[in-house]
């Protein structure tokens, strides 16, 4: 929506989606499963231009694709540790 919104008002240059770019697929996950800490202490920076956030997702065998991960993690029991197939 917000790069829809750029490129109705002639901004949709490269350079402007390129910094677009990581608010749109970096912050998300913060949003949604960062605590509120995390949030706290990234979000407002993101959104005032302060700092760049991404998401880099690669595996192998499947690089960047991300529909064909195969890696899992899984909380022990305890809820203290994550277990991490390593595929």
């Given at each position: ?55 880099a ?16 993690a ?14």
């Open positions: 929506m917000v790069c829809r919104f750029f490129c109705l008002c002639e901004l949709g240059s490269y350079k402007y989606l390129a910094i677009l770019g990581g608010k749109v697929i970096g912050l998300p996950p913060v949003l949604h499963f960062g605590n509120e800490e995390l949030k706290a202490r990234v979000v407002p920076d993101i959104l005032a231009g302060k700092k760049f956030i991404c998401l997702i690669s595996e192998a065998m499947v690089g960047s694709d991300v529909l064909s991960l195969q890696t899992t899984v909380k022990t029991e305890d809820g203290k540790y994550w277990i991490i197939n390593g595929v």
